[in-house]
């Protein structure tokens, strides 16, 4: 009997979740780390990383005291387990794949990125390691994760900070910055993306 | 243990942005393209959910659990650090299909190469904070 309950649990869990799902749970997380103290911020941590393997030595901004953002660090600790357990436990009977759209499909196909309706996976081959022998995938992997925690930190905020904490709270920087997370999307993924495969 | 529900609270991060597939790479191409709903969906009904929280929460005064009332800090006023940092933060969303928080989820995935992603983050980072001083904010 409970071992029924588990598996619809399980079950109920493992479809894909829908956007009115998703985005109400991210407030929600928003207003749990509120209610803790603290600010909802992931990029952070990669200032916390760097003060804590010694960048505080090095330069003044990262002197900082990067056990205060202990439960910053906990947080992304717990999104690693949060990635193992969905990714292993609880993928639906379709397989680890992402719903995108026809349209997407089709974009992908004319770029030269080989997909399949239904069997898109939700990371694509090409993020892989055998990926940095090739500029190309060097320049996604290093250069993507390199621009991604530079231009955090000047804007002073990635994803959660700006886009969920910053105009949940109606700040104008926020929205200056949302704005420019997406000119510069825009400008790659008609520019750069195309001419990569 | 006090600091473990902080590890519960990325989980349950984890589990969002896995499941509703924000974390993957061809859901960024397909927002940036306009070809779905989906993320935008996400986030603005986070966005929408957050404003009812903040304006709840500032209403009615409400307290953090340590007795002290939620107050949200504003962000500084000068506007070429958002505009600028947020254009590069943008260029490296798209092309790696990652922010911070799925580089993190997707590592415990099992896809091992985001610790490229982590430590090419963190030198970015560590660059900006080498160069702080001689940038526009």
Not at chain 1, 78 to 94: K, N, R
Not at chain 1, 117 to 133: I, N, S
Not at chain 1, 141 to 167: D, E, K, M, N
Request: aromatic content about 16%; glycine content about 12%; overall charge positive.
């Amino acid at each position: 009997m409970i071992e029924v309950y588990f598996t619809y649990v399980r079950d109920f869990i493992a479809q894909p979740w829908p956007w009115y799902v998703a985005g109400p749970l991210l407030a929600l997380v928003m207003f749990v780390l509120l209610y803790f103290g603290h600010e909802f911020g992931i990029s952070e941590n990669f200032r916390l990383m760097c003060a804590a393997d010694g960048a505080d030595s090095m330069n003044e901004f990262f002197k900082i005291d990067w056990r205060a953002g202990e439960w910053n660090l906990l947080v992304a600790l717990g999104a690693v387990f949060g990635g193992y357990l969905a990714s292993h436990y609880f993928i639906g009977p379709q397989g680890d794949i992402a719903h995108i759209s026809d349209a997407t499909v089709t974009s992908l196909n004319q770029i030269n990125i080989q997909v399949t309706q239904g069997a898109v996976p939700l990371v694509p081959e090409f993020l892989a390691w055998k990926a940095l022998l090739t500029w190309q995938g060097l320049l996604m992997i290093a250069g993507g994760g390199f621009l991604v925690g530079f231009g955090a930190r000047y804007a002073g905020g990635c994803t959660s900070g700006h886009a969920i904490s910053g105009l949940s709270a109606l700040q104008l920087p926020s929205l200056v910055a949302v704005i420019g997370f997406f000119m510069g999307g825009l400008v790659v993924t008609y520019f750069i993306i195309p001419f990569l495969f | 243990m006090r600091m473990s529900r902080y590890i519960l609270v990325g989980i349950l991060l984890g589990f969002i942005l896995y499941k509703s597939e924000a974390a993957s790479w061809f859901r960024i191409y397909e927002m940036f393209r306009f070809q779905s709903f989906h993320m935008f969906g996400i986030i603005g009904s986070a966005i929408i959910s957050g404003i009812i929280i903040v304006q709840i929460i500032k209403k009615r005064h409400i307290k953090n659990q340590e007795g002290q009332e939620i107050v949200i800090k504003d962000k500084s006023n000068t506007y070429p650090r958002y505009i600028i940092g947020g254009f590069i933060f943008g260029c490296g969303w798209a092309i790696a299909g990652a922010c911070p928080a799925p580089m993190f989820i997707l590592l415990g995935a099992g896809h091992t190469v985001f610790i490229v992603y982590l430590i090419a983050a963190m030198t970015g980072t560590f660059v900006y904070g080498l160069l702080r001083r001689r940038i526009p904010h």
